[in-house]
């Protein structure tokens, strides 16, 4: 349990038990290739600002730490009584030229301490929070997790999963604690006989519209893990154009920054 997931462990299993271990093979495969496209899509749309944004850091404190020392000289010459703004950059530009090597220090730990911030449990469901609110990425969060949720639960139904053990391990591939509760719920109606497709139209601040319409066609035909799938197949090119469109609004940005 370690190496495999419980989606590879559980559509094994019912590949086994119904005897089309094959299929279920390649329903895995497929799963894994698209959720893996998907999140090296969303990584490559963050490099580029991170490598900018980090550059800047870097040569913002080397002029702080040998450019300013310079202007700082000039301005006592001077003799004149300096504004507060002025007087600060030059209190920081004294102290990163005599502890340059204390200030990267500090700057490591930072960037450590707000990598071990985000990947705290305990943190977790204010960070959720958070990304919910924040505008672009609140949307692409929303699509990202709805296309999970699909494709897992669809390709567990096609390999012959129960329902409820599909949205069960549907929920621990989703990332968002807010997503987890809403798949949560609906395992609950479920195991109360309700509508499948109630729970996402009461939470459609988290799921789209179109996620519940599409699986309530999918109870009334019969059919939920092929409506499950076209949401996924949607909502994942949606995804892939937005990161697209993200890193080409990024570049301008990041210059006027600069």
Known sequence: PNIFSKLFISMVRAGEESGNLAGSLSDIGMNLEKSSSLTKKIHSALIYPGVILSAM?????????????TLAGTFKELGVVLPVSTRVLIFLGNFFSNNLILTFVIIFGFALGFYLILRSKMLAPYIDFVILKIPVMSNLDKELNTARTARTISSLLSSGVSITRAVEIAEDVV???FYKKVLEEAKEA???GAPFSEVFAAHTNLYPIMMSEMIEVGEETGKLSEMLLEIASFYEQEVENKT?????????????VI
């Open 57 to 69: 850091v870097v040569v913002g404190i080397l002029m702080f730490a040998y450019v300013v020392p």
């Open 190 to 192: 479920l195991q109360k």
């Open 244 to 256: 697209k469109n993200l890193s080409t609004i990024i570049e301008p940005l990041l210059m006027v």
């Open 175 to 177: 990332q968002n604690s």
